[in-house]
């Protein structure tokens, strides 16, 4: 039974937490994607840019987190988010418009955003140094042990404060983004117009609104998301050398433009990380006794940590072979 | 070309004053830097700008020519340069005379075994397995022997870590690294080419980047192979080294070499480029439905593109790691460097040969010349800020000064992008009348 | 003061020339028709006058005041709905977003129009909830058309409206065409099925070379025997 608690914290909540962070970056990637038919780059580095904005004022009001009994960056989020949807609107009237403007192919575009990459990685890096940073600053990072109720089960299920805030907070953008699509005029038209771009002109509907509105809700949840992670492991400014490939695979398995499908598609790729790494041989420890020596012993991790990146590589690829458009159809190939 | 259609009108033959000028002040550039800087170091400045330029050709091949966004040129420079690494380094006789080589042998026996084990599961079905059943099979035959494989080259690689460092090279002379880097590269580039090529220009630009982080951590952490972290140098040059010859006159050997790599990949490419195969491929790129209408395989002229690209840029990498005269996987960061030598690209010319060498050289004079600059201007700005608000200066400056060059490329690209798409020496188009 | 005319119009894409002065003139009870050969600029017209396409020279004008060269967004607040011939619904959104988004600009107009709306095409209020891109060529048609009805234009542009449906659905869609007019929207629209159209119309034009060839009422048109030898087919 340890072995499967084992399990229960190294794969299922390991998983739902990368998952739940793939998911929200995603979420971004693919409505940026719908609405101005290009591969934004630079999206990881936007949440990088919301953790950071997260400890910057984490940093300056270190009590605020004290007074309502959540941890500071948290308390600071909705500021942070405001400020990296701010940027995000930001970069698009300085870099991306004046591109669209000029009527450039898509692939222009992604090379606009590699170079936003480049500006905000050497920006952060410039203010922050290069080190890694713990987002709880004056405060101690609270961890639940839930221990199971069974006989010669010593291990608990641990779950840490900032992974209980993000599994709410993922249910939370979740649900608003279905409702805000699905009821609000603002993102019907957005549908609308990841539909059918020039009918929606004719319609009467603002692009420029709707272009507006996609980098705001894209760079809060980026924001959202990076800073999470930051508070689960520590804040760093190559977080999104490891966000990047991963966020993308997991909007291409889902369906480019699906906002649904890369929720789903963040978690399988989570998922498929965790338990890539998970040593298998683990969970035969209990049928140690009937098995060979050397199974158990064995190392049964498909890939070692340091190679983890391969694993949403893989998945990329073999979509793209197998079904490019997606799990859920995408739109565009 | 005598060949010409009749009613083509010739880009107007004009005195090329653009080209020279710019030339000049190249030159000029050139020969500031050798005044300020020293023989020595600006003529490795020089050949590191030479094999710069190589990967800049291979690029826009792939980006003038073909439309094509490799995000990775990184890793297929890496690529490159493990090859020139284990091809030229001095064999390795503490693992030669072990038991070592048989049991990795061995291993890759395994792993062809399995591979044919596995393929063979997939055509089950012409065995009469209805199709469900073949995938079952085919997926859990290749887990398990994929774990079994895998655990096996565990045990082998940890054994030759700790028996024998790593295998060592094999002695041979270094351009034998480059030529079957070149080819290495061109490999991988054909996997990638053959899966995105048809699809969405984003996709290559996101697997190209996913492959070039996927080599970096594979070289970066088979110590077995490449010693990892811990790099290894010195690496043989091709041609006397230092020692034989003092560092300028032995650079300059060495820049002469790469100058007739440069000047004969320019040749073949513009031959190429005025060749039926180099109309065929800029007519896709301007207009892939007409082209496709007109009965050309884009497909396979795209993925021959993008595979020409590769291979030179293998080449250069492995010519620039030679130089280097080190193998340090983490030495190769994926997007910063892709970028540099993007830049050099646009920058001079995309489709434009000789515009993309001019930009190879030049954007290389400014990034090393940029370091001591970024320095200065921070050290001049912290003493202004010490002597008149005295505050207190943030340590790890140079680090710092280091992520302003980034910040500076980032931009530089956004604003070529924006205001001179074409760059400096636009791609000549004739016109027709 | 006529309700939407069209002075000496030239324009093309990207330097070519296609229109070369086109004049037209509609009342605000009118059917305007534009018929003519394939290529004739028929739709490019229909298109400038929505602003989707540069006007190099001469003006048109709503209701007196010029809109050449106005975004569609500015036109629409204007008063004037365009229903494209192709892709002319939201294919992901239900029949009824599709028709909120017709009425973008005016949000307050939205539950008035809709019960309109669905009383005019009875066929879209049973598919309400269903994707766009799930319905038939002609229910799409409709469903465009309420669309553009939504935000209560005074003039309405049809690009084609019967392209490649069945005859009986053409029937039906010419009729709805003259309800709306009946209604008092001006119509503009540019047909293939020209006598079916001309027979509805109170305008004609008759569009040869990017110009005018024949201009009159559509009875008067169809009654020509020159126009029906060359553009009606005999």
Known sequence: MNELVFFINNVVIAGSVTGSIYAIGAIGVTLIFSIMRFAHFAHADMMTFGAFMALLLTAIFPGAGALVGLPTAIVMLPLAMLLTSALAVGIDRAFYKPLRAHGVKPIVMVIGSLGVTLMLQGLIRLFSGTGGQSLYIDERKEIFRLALPFENVRAPIVVTEPQVILFVLTVVCVLGLHVFLSRS?????????????????????????????????????????????????????????????????????????????????????????????????ILLRPFGDSLPEWLVQANLAFVGTEYKIVVPFFILVAILIWRPTGIFKGKVI | MTTQRPDSVATPSRFPLRELALFAALLVAILGVYAVMGMAYSTRMLVEAACYAILALGLTIQWGYGGQFNAGVMGFVALGGFCAMIFSVPVNDTFWQSELPGELGVVLLYVVAAGVLVFGATRLDRLGFPRWLRTLIAIVLAVVLYLVVISMLREVTAEIEAQAGFVGGLGLPAWTGWIVGGALAGVVGYFIGHICLGLRSDYLAIATLGIAEIIKAFLKNSDWLTRGTATVSPLPWPTPGPSDLGFTLARAVYLSITAVMIAAIFFLLHRAYHAPWGRMVRAIRDNEISAAAMGKDINRRRLEIFVLGCILMGIGGAALTSFNSIFDPQGFLPLNHTFLVLVMV???????????????????????????????????????????????????????????????????????????????????????? | MPLLEARDVHGGYGGMNILNGVNMTIEADEIGVIVGPNGAGKSTMLKAVFGLLQVSQGEILLRGEPIHNLPPNKLVQKGMGFVPQENNVFPSLSVQENLEMGAFLKPDNVKRMLAQVYEFFPPLHDKRRQPAGELSGGQRQMVAMGRALMAEPEVLLLDEPTAGLSPLYMNEIFERVRQINAAGVGILMVEQNAKQALAIADKGFVLAAGQNRFTDTGAALLADPEVAKSFLGG
């Open chain 1, 185 to 281: 005029r603002l993102g019907k038209a957005m549908r609308a117009m990841s539909d059918n771009p020039d009918l929606a002109r004719a319609s009467g509907i603002n692009t420029n609104t709707i272009v507006a509105v996609t980098w705001v809700i894209a760079g809060g949840l980026a924001a959202i998301a990076g800073t999470l992670l930051s508070l689960d492991v520590t804040f760093k400014p190559d977080l999104s050398f490891f966000l990047l490939l991963p966020i993308f695979a997991a909007a291409i398995v889902g369906g480019v433009g699906h906002p649904y499908g890369a929720i789903a598609g963040g978690f399988v790729v989570g998922f498929a990380e965790t338990l890539a790494v998970f040593n298998w041989s």
């Open chain 2, 346 to 433: 646009i920058l001079g010319g995309p489709g434009n040969n000789l515009g993309t060498i001019f930009g190879a050289v030049a954007v290389y004079i400014i990034w090393i010349m940029s370091e001591p600059l970024a320095l200065w201007l921070m050290e001049l700005i912290v003493a202004i800020g010490e002597g008149s608000f005295g505050w207190e200066a943030p340590g790890n400056l140079e680090s710092r000064a280091l992520q302003a060059r980034v910040f500076v490329i980032g931009l530089l690209i956004t604003v070529v992008l924006r205001f001179a798409p074409k760059g400096l020496l636009p791609e000549k188009v004739s016109h027709h009348r």
